[in-house]
């Protein structure tokens, strides 16, 4: 029996309870977790493997490698900058899964708050596979409304993510 490792989830995220959940999970062969976290984990790289990603920046100084607690901001789905803050970081080792969490906001009208989590898990799969997760909470009007799209362009949006990051490791 094999037993996969679910996201970390603070109670006012929990899926389900927010205006828009998303989750988009690859299993794959000829990537290592090592390649994976080490693209996932460094901005630098994120805008050439996927295009919905722009302005990404570090306002209290630090990056482009995302750790516990630094902030930054980034834009995407056609939002303006994102403020967010790593919420989780662990590193992958043997036997233990890589965690990444970001909070990210969007202050404003009623209508223009945004609130989200989105959290990764990395981890090694028997059979030199590799499982990468990405789940996103999102809480508030511009959340309702993406979740009303058919197709939702957050589930897309993250699976090309997923793709992109999946390519940039091979």
């Known amino acids: 029996m094999t037993t996969q490792n679910a996201i970390n989830w603070p109670e006012r995220y929990l899926p389900g309870t927010g205006d828009n959940f998303v989750s988009n ?11 994976v976290w080490q693209h996932l984990t ?11 990603v722009a302005d990404i920046s570090f306002p209290n100084g630090g990056g482009p490698e995302l ?3 630094v902030v930054f901001s980034f834009g995407t789905f056609g939002f303006p900058p994102l403020d967010a803050r790593v919420v989780e970081f662990r590193a992958p080792a043997p036997g233990t899964p890589g965690r990444l969490s970001w909070t990210a906001r969007q202050d404003g009208t009623p209508e223009e708050r945004l609130d989200v989590l989105h959290a990764w898990l990395v ?5 030199g596979r590799v499982r990468i997760l990405t789940q996103e909470t999102q809480i508030g009007r511009p959340a309702a409304d993406l979740a009303k799209q058919v197709p939702n ?6 699976q090309a993510w997923l793709d992109g990051l999946v390519s940039a490791a091979a």
């Open 153 to 158: 362009p957050m589930l897309n949006g993250h």
């Open 42 to 52: 460094d901005t630098s790289t994120w805008e050439s493997y996927y295009d919905n």
């Open 25 to 35: 999970e690859v299993i794959v062969k000829g990537v290592t977790v090592a390649r």
């Open 67 to 69: 750790k516990e607690d």
């Open 123 to 127: 981890e090694d799969l028997d059979g």
